[in-house]
Nanobody, 126 residues
Framework: QVQLVESGGGLVQAGDSLRLSCVAS????????MAWFRQAPGKDRQFVAS????????NYADSVKGRFTISSDNAKNTVYLQMSSLRPDDTAVYYC???????????????????WGQGTQVTVSS
């Protein structure tokens, strides 16, 4: 059974940085794509970034390009989201997820992902 546990959220000021972590367990993820999504109050869950575990291929939403970086540590089964130049509109619950199909570098829809963590709250004050 896949388990994803996010951590690292918190309350920061605009312009600050924050790093989120997602520890995956339950099976091997070497062929998988991992992603971060976020959901702000009253809004749909939206894609933030993804990475293929085997080759480290990344994909980003336009709204975070140049500010967020996704990375992985295969030895630790951990995916990170380094967030810089945070803005109030980055405020959301951030979730990590595993794609339904392997080697999917460009899946961005919520329905493309099968397993989800419980989420971690990020709040950016102005």
């Amino acid at each position: 059974q896949v388990q994803l546990v996010e951590s690292g959220g918190g309350l920061v000021q605009a312009g600050d940085s924050l790093r989120l972590s997602c520890v995956a367990s339950g099976r091997s993820f070497i062929y998988d794509t991992m992603a971060w999504f976020r959901q702000a109050p009253g809004k749909d869950r939206q894609f933030v970034a993804s990475i293929t575990w085997s080759r480290g291929r990344t994909n980003y939403a336009d709204s975070v390009k140049g500010r967020f970086t996704i990375s992985s540590d295969n030895a630790k089964n951990t995916v990170y989201l380094q967030m810089s130049s945070l803005r109030p509109d980055d405020t959301a619950v951030y979730y990590c997820a595993v794609a339904r199909r392997p080697y999917r570098a460009y899946d961005t829809q919520e329905s493309d992902y099968a397993d989800w963590g419980q989420g971690t709250q990020v709040t950016v004050s102005s």
